[in-house]
């Protein structure tokens, strides 16, 4: 085989594929040097910021909890909004090639975590407001009272009315169940993820429809999680319990442990 033939065969492996190369992360630990309160104080989002935004939508989120959450993409020069339900707790949104990955958690009951894609959010359904509906009427036996006090022939809204209903648009790439995601992020051309499962922090991937551990970063300590984000793609999850706090930074391939 010459030389000539070894680059072309090279070429079409790399091409297709074929030789996967794992991306290298450089995880490490270092004693902190910022609280958490001043972490936060640095990079909480601005009041009444908007959940996502890009050079063509304005992104809000909406929930009302066991009836339902959705998302709701303005387009900035139709001023047209097309939106969809997300099952989960939409937690934050990752623009990749163009199209936009949702992080949806439960972490109310069982940790339940979601990603799904959006490709073109105009293929999502334009929300079409319902009517108020008459509350439902009935009498409480053990009381002997009308169960709603309230004017119970007006009209009215209730709970996840107002929540879209559609997946049109939309495509799920994974749903685990006791697994929480605490967040997501890029890292050459592929979306990471640091996950809680098995009482373990760990850096995960989603392959063959399941996440795949790559690194186990510590062992969780009934820590609270939050996530900040800074203007230049910094990521920072913050960690605390009664005894203890520190943060992970995360910074394209670099995982820095502050404890």
Known sequence: MNISTTFIL?????????????PEFKISTEKKKKSNLS????????????????????VKRT?????GSSLWFKNKETGIT?????QLYPREINKLN??????????????SSEIFEIKDPEDMEVFKKPSPRNPVYFIDEDLELDSI?????????????????SKKGTRRIIYASETRVITSFIYKNS???????????????IKNETFQSIH??????????DVLESNNGEKYILFENQNREGHIQIKQNKIIIHT
């Open 82 to 86: 097309y939106s969809c339900e997300s």
């Open 191 to 205: 979306l990471y993820h640091i996950i809680l499962r098995n009482k373990k922090i760990q850096l995960a991937e």
């Open 10 to 22: 090279l070429f079409l492996c790399l091409s297709f594929g074929i030789f996967q190369v794992e």
């Open 39 to 58: 972490l936060k104080e640095e990079y909480s989002k601005v009041k009444n910021a908007p959940f996502f935004e890009d050079e063509n939508y304005t």
């Open 98 to 111: 163009q199209n936009y990955y949702v992080t949806a958690v439960n972490w109310n009951l069982d940790w």
């Open 216 to 225: 186990t970063l510590f062992d969780n300590k009934d820590f609270r999680y």
């Open 63 to 67: 929930n009302s909890g066991e009836w």
């Open 149 to 165: 006090e309230l004017d119970s022939n007006i009209p009215r809204y209730f709970p996840g009315d107002l929540e879209s209903k």
